[in-house]
């Protein structure tokens, strides 16, 4: 099982950016996935989550102003994150979570700064 992220980069604040997370394997086989971060000097926490149920949770800091996805079709996981502001500068990491395992994508590095 292989996630391949995508779609970081540097932004200003107020900005956007669309992350992406290929899938090799059917998304549906997984019982959820999501997006975590991992901040300079901080531990990695959950930033968004999916059921295979389509039931979404966000984290506090990010309601209203990202957005989680799949296209099934497509074997695509996105996060699109609006009006970014300095302190959503993180590696962003991809995971699934099924009966098969858990697993994670190599980090893309999100920086918002002007």
């Known amino acids: 099982v292989q996630l391949q992220a995508s779609g970081g980069g540097l932004v200003q604040p107020g900005g956007s950016l669309r992350l992406s997370c290929a899938v090799t394997?059917?998304?549906?086989?997984?019982?959820?996935m999501g997006w975590y971060r991992q901040a300079p000097g901080k531990q990695r926490q959950p930033v968004a989550l999916?059921?295979?149920?389509?039931?979404?949770n966000y984290a506090d800091s990010v309601e209203g102003r990202f957005t989680i996805s799949r296209d099934n079709a497509k074997g695509t996981l996105y996060l699109q994150m609006d009006n970014l502001k300095p302190e959503d500068t993180a590696v962003y990491y991809c995971?699934?979570?099924?009966?098969?395992?858990?697993?994670w994508g190599q980090g893309t590095l999100v920086t918002v700064s002007s």
């Open positions: 999916i059921s295979n149920m389509n039931s979404i």
């Open positions: 995971y699934a979570w099924g009966p098969s395992g858990a697993y």
């Open positions: 394997k059917s998304i549906d086989s997984y019982n959820f």
